[in-house]
């Protein structure tokens, strides 16, 4: 059985940081690659940032220059350093493992940003 945990989130004000983290354990093997997704209230998720299998990073446009995917493959974990927070940012934050058989989620993590 595959488990995928997300930590890290919280309450924090404008301009403040928080690093997420989500590790994967059990059953899971060849993960191809990794992302991050957020889902506001009243929203539809979207991808916050991925990082394929041969390391290359893609951002949405709103996070670009703030977030920053990173990952151990050996450990099957993946983290995102969000930086220079704001309070769109706010949301539930999801992690997926994508493997040749499937993917993997977490059940997120809160991050709430305001002032």
């Known amino acids: 059985q595959v488990q995928v945990m997300e930590s890290g989130g919280g309450a924090v004000q404008p301009g403040d940081s928080l690093r997420l983290s989500c590790a994967a354990a059990g059953s899971i093997y060849s993960i191809n690659a990794m992302a991050w997704y957020r889902q506001a209230a009243g929203q539809e998720r979207e991808l916050v940032a991925g990082?394929?299998?041969?390391?290359?990073?893609k951002y949405a446009e709103s996070v670009k220059g703030r977030f920053t995917i990173s990952r151990n493959k050996a450990m099957n974990t993946v983290w995102l350093q969000m930086n220079n927070l704001r309070i769109e940012d706010t949301a539930v934050y999801s992690c997926?493992?994508?493997?040749?058989?499937?993917?993997?989620w977490g059940q997120g993590t809160q991050v709430t940003v305001s002032s």
């Open positions: 997926q493992m994508k493997t040749a058989w499937g993917d993997y």
């Open positions: 990082i394929a299998g041969g390391g290359s990073t």
